[in-house]
């Protein structure tokens, strides 16, 4: 049983940071790529960046290009957000998720396995 577990949420004003961290519990288990999503109250779930598991290649949606890097780790079975100069758009649940090689990386229902979210607001 594949699981990703999440930590790292928590409560900030804007302008500071935070350091999103998702372990895969699986050793067997090598996804293709690992990504990040976030849900705003309300709102649908929005991509926020990926990274594929063998080349380290990132991709980013707009809004966090410059402020947020994903990477992992050596042994490739923990990824993480850093999170800087976050403004309260920022606020949401923080999903980390893996998927195979089809499909595109910023579509939800592409991902196998899901973490259960880790909680980010941020205050002006």
């Known amino acids: 049983q594949v699981q990703l577990v999440e930590s790292g949420g928590g409560s900030v004003q804007a302008g500071g940071s935070l350091r999103l961290s998702c372990t895969t519990s699986a050793n067997t288990y090598s996804p293709y790529s690992r990504a990040w999503f976030r849900q705003a109250p309300g709102k649908g779930r929005e991509a926020v960046a990926r990274?594929?598991?063998?080349?380290?290649?990132?991709a980013y949606t707009d809004s966090v290009k410059g402020r947020f890097t994903i990477s992992q780790d050596n042994a490739k079975s923990t990824i993480y957000l850093q999170m800087n100069s976050l403004t309260p758009e920022d606020t949401g649940m923080y999903y980390c998720a893996a998927k195979g090689v089809s499909g595109s990386w910023s579509v939800a229902s592409n991902y196998n396995y899901w973490g259960q979210g880790t909680q980010v607001t941020v205050s002006s």
């Open positions: 990274i594929l598991t063998v080349s380290g290649n990132t």
